[in-house]
């Protein structure tokens, strides 16, 4: 599942190496034990992590090049103090049911971890479909895409149960925390902003998604908007292909 760089790639894998500082931040995250004490120690090395950024951090993480911003998205800050601790049953499940022609949705793609994971690992003829609505996050996604020479397909939406726009409370200290849920509140003060809206069945019939494989959801409890109009609307090929029965993944949320 492979593409030609173009012209708007980005710049060169290892442009921004981590710094000495990451790289020690880094080396101890990745040795905590994935329990209690590991993870509440990991919070710390997030927090220090971030006051570390000044520019965007090319790593190898997951098997896959990442470039991550630790500034304001608790999803990369993970990716690069804790690979570990970063959904491992989830990917694993995932890993184990990915055939060739898998096809693979991606609701709140983020910065691409799970569509670049599928579409690296899937094989010939895999499709992705990676659901964004986040401007912020877009430029990442796609970054991270590029960076793995990947041809994924972007929906720069939110999707939910109509077509229109929808209110958004996005936090600025972690956009992955941004939520439908405009009382909401984070670290920051939220900041609400209108997004396009599209129903799922009718972005996965307009790419030419004949069946979904598996389907990722982490859309900060808003899952419900999403799925339910999708599964009492959808035809049940397209979600439960008798022709796959040993492939097939439920829909699964993520923290």
Known sequence: MTTTPTADAPEPFGTFRPTRLQDIVRDIGGRLPR???????SGWL???MQTTYRRPVDVVVLGQR?????????CER??????????????????ERMHPGFQFVDLGANVGTYSVFVGTL???????????????LLPRLRANIALNGLDVIIAP?????REGTIEFAVDSNNLGFTS?????????????????MRK?????????????????????GAEDLALLPFFETAPRTLYSSPTHTDHHLPAHTTE
């Open 35 to 41: 329990n209690w004490p590991g993870r509440r120690f």
């Open 46 to 48: 997030n927090y220090l």
């Open 66 to 74: 990442m470039r991550l911003h630790l500034d304001n998205n608790s």
């Open 78 to 95: 993970r990716l690069m103090v804790t690979p570990q601790f970063f959904d491992p049953e989830e990917l694993a499940v995932l890993r």
């Open 122 to 136: 899937a094989g010939p003829g895999a499709r992705v479909l990676a659901v964004e609505p986040q401007e912020a």
């Open 157 to 161: 939406v939110a999707v939910g149960d």
């Open 180 to 196: 439908v849920n405009t009382a909401r509140r984070g670290r920051a003060e939220p900041k609400i902003v209108s997004l396009p």
């Open 200 to 220: 799922l069945l009718d972005l996965v019939q307009e790419h030419g998604f004949e069946r979904i494989d598996a389907l990722k959801a982490d859309i900060e």
